[in-house]
């Protein structure tokens, strides 16, 4: 019997399906973009505000990495992260960890990759959802940028990295915030909705090193109004 409460969508032509709320936060274009911007490794890596598990099943769905633990405060997504792992034959691979990020990172050590799509927005800035998941994950109300950022560092290997997708209008405050926190930025790549566009959003890494900070060719999404790019056709079939 379905859910009325649900929906079920699919990624790559239907070899990933994933189940989220009809009604409250829904994924959007961040997911697969910053799913194909994770490097591979042989090393387990740490989702933080993991949401129905998107993001990391389509890691797991590039082998992008062995396993993948993922942390999400609100009940009803932790729920689903776990369904839609069991769903996809990863439960094995996807472990979900129901709890603040905020009180229980001070447990997690030595990892080598971590990775979030962070609240865009602070609290207080336009106009704040109703809906309660919208609201904790699109707002910084659970979790702020100094706090994800102090937490990332402390749960990092010493060469570990970080992978975020951000507005790029904070790409500032983003990096001097990260400095206060001990992260640096190693690259970025913008991305914007066209070709002559401005970017509205970015994929950062950073990490432990304090360097030069180099920018990526950027990504555009579409080509035309309603049609990707050749490049994000890839990224969406899991190319």
């Known amino acids: 019997m379905s859910d009325p ?17 009809k009604k409250g936060y829904r994924f959007a274009v961040d997911s697969p973009i910053l799913a194909a911007y994770l490097p591979r490794s042989t090393r387990p890596a740490l989702e933080v505000g993991c949401g129905v598990g998107v993001i990391s099943l389509l890691a797991l769905k590039l082998k992008k990495f062995p396993t993948v633990t993922g942390i999400e405060i609100q009940e009803s997504l932790y729920r689903l992260a776990v369904d839609n792992a069991a769903a996809n034959g990863m439960a094995a691979r996807f472990h979900v960890v129901r709890g603040d990020f905020t009180r229980i990172h001070a447990g997690i050590a030595n990892v080598q990759t971590i990775f979030c799509n962070p609240p865009f927005f602070k609290a207080g800035q336009g106009h704040v959802s109703p809906d309660p998941s919208i609201r904790l994950a699109r707002f910084e109300i659970a979790l702020d940028l100094p706090g994800l950022l102090r937490g990332c560092a402390a749960c990092l290997a010493p060469r570990g990295r970080l992978y975020l997708v951000f507005p790029f209008s904070r790409r500032e405050e983003l990096l001097e915030t990260a400095a206060a926190c001990g992260l640096y ?3 970025y790549r913008p991305v914007q909705p066209f070709a002559d566009s401005k970017p509205d959003r970015l994929l950062m890494r950073l990490g432990k090193t304090d360097g030069r900070c180099s920018r990526e060719r950027p990504l555009v999404l579409f080509r035309d109004r309603g049609v990707y790019t050749p490049e994000m056709e890839r990224i969406l079939a899991g190319e």
């Open 5 to 21: 409460l649900t929906t079920t969508d699919t990624f790559f032509h239907g070899k990933v399906t994933i189940r989220q709320l």
């Open 185 to 187: 930025a190693a690259t």
